[in-house]
């Protein structure tokens, strides 16, 4: 196998840099792989030397500098992957050399550019993923039902608390309903403006969490944007016996029929329905479940971050597996998958995953699909845009740079309250189109 050697490149070495041996340029790559283990060696001199803060980044910029030369003259196969693994390297060094940089995420090292609204990076810098939480101790086993429920149990309090508070400064009010045989949370800001129209929100959770206490975060915002009723869904939470993902969806859907049926208070044409990750799956699929029967359907749909594809076969699953700090593919397939009774054969049946349907010939409602592209279903959401738009629907991608998962939750950055305001003009536009 060829192979390739830097020639020494001294009028780049900055004398802060003294402190390294510049492997870079003294050694023969045959395969990314070698290069990259030097490429470790390297940093971990650089981490281990003398001098502060601003040496050792100088030092470290240098060198990998000369890596990502060394990158660029491998074959092809190879050079985008190390050029990748070189990135990644470099982030996690930054981030050591430099543990005070308020700007780096310092249990996550993921990129966060310049042009994020300070109050936003403040929250990508701070937030700690669940399972780098201290004292997480993995998921419990699939069928250990009350093990699941003490997991959900202990993040009610404290995020049903942060939903109050939120409620209170936006002075909005709720009230909880029974609707369809389920339970629900009407959220009711202080003005109605929209009369008559009313929004039906699912929550998001892995289809295991959350309440609609718990995610006030994605229903006073927008209550209080528009001037307007919002149910939000109590559905059934997995795992449980003889229960199954569909039967949270046919729930949602009792909740729309009882709304609009016989004796319900609203028209098809005045009901919008929305949701985040898991609650944004449950929208397609209740959607698409509705549109399958041929009978009514909400007048728009809104998905966020959706889980549209239980393969995990979309390219963001893979390609972002380190950059989305709220979901770690590992453990979707090692727990959360299994707890929720997903088989291949479910997998592949689009009542499931709804990015598998054909949406030709039949109606469906005006769909928004609204992603971060820091999220690994960011790819998810794409899709079920795609296929939707493939059907010959009215649909709309509303994607966002650099943002996370439910990123819209955060209200009080102007990451979220632009997200916020994209969904309040989508409901605005359908929910009075005649």
Not at 142 to 165: C, F, K, M, N, S
Not at 227 to 251: E, N, T
Not at 388 to 396: K, L, M, N, P
């Amino acid at each position: 196998m060829k192979t390739y050697k830097l020639p020494l490149v001294a009028s780049i070495l900055l004398a802060s840099a003294a402190t390294t041996s510049s492997a870079a340029n003294e050694g023969d790559f045959s395969s990314r792989w070698e290069l990259m283990a030097e490429a470790y060696s390297s940093v971990q001199q650089i981490l281990g030397g003398d001098g502060g803060t601003e040496q050792r980044l100088s030092a470290l910029e240098t060198e990998m500098a000369l890596f990502k030369q060394q990158c660029n003259l491998l074959a092809k196969i190879e050079r985008a992957t190390c050029l990748d693994d070189l990135t990644r390297l470099t982030t996690m060094a930054t981030t050591a050399v430099n543990p005070d940089d308020e700007t780096r995420n310092q249990l996550f090292p993921t990129n966060i550019p310049n042009f994020v609204s300070p109050e936003m990076k403040k929250i990508m810098a701070n937030w700690t993923p669940f399972w780098l939480a201290p004292g997480w101790e993995g998921f419990p086993d699939p069928d250990d039902y009350g093990a699941w429920q003490t997991l959900h149990d202990e993040v009610i309090d404290p995020a049903t608390r942060a939903g109050e508070a939120l409620l209170d400064s936006l002075d909005v009010t709720t009230q909880e309903r029974e609707i369809g045989g389920v339970r629900t949370v009407v959220v009711s800001p202080k003005e109605n403006l929209n009369p008559g129209k009313v929004l039906i929100h699912v929550h998001g959770g892995a289809f295991y969490a959350n309440t609609p206490e718990t995610t006030f975060d994605r229903t006073a915002p927008l209550s209080n944007v528009m001037g307007i009723d919002i149910v939000s869904v109590d559905y059934k939470l997995m795992p449980a016996p003889d229960w199954d993902v569909l039967d949270q969806r046919d729930q949602i859907i009792d909740v729309f029929d009882a709304l609009t049926g016989e004796g319900g208070e609203y028209a098809p044409e005045d009901v919008g329905i929305y949701g985040c990750s898991a609650g944004g799956g449950l929208v397609a699929m209740a959607t698409n479940e509705m549109s399958h029967r041929g009978g009514p359907l909400p007048a728009a749909a809104v998905t966020q971050s959706p889980q549209t594809d239980f393969t995990l076969d979309s390219d963001s699953n893979w390609t972002l597996r380190y950059d989305d700090p709220r979901t770690q593919v590992d453990l979707l397939i090692q727990s959360v998958w299994p707890m929720l009774g997903i088989t291949e054969e479910k997998a592949l049946d689009p009542r499931y995953s709804p990015a598998l349907d054909d949406y030709s010939g039949r109606d469906m409602p005006p769909t928004m699909v609204q992603v971060g592209t820091k999220e690994t279903q960011m790819s998810d959401g794409i899709r079920y845009y795609d296929v939707v738009r493939r059907g010959g629907h009215v649909t709309q991608l509303d994607a966002h740079d650099a943002m996370q998962h439910c990123f819209h939750g955060h209200w009080g950055t102007p990451e979220a309250e632009t997200a916020v305001g994209r969904v309040a003009e989508w409901f605005e536009e359908h929910l009075y189109k005649k």
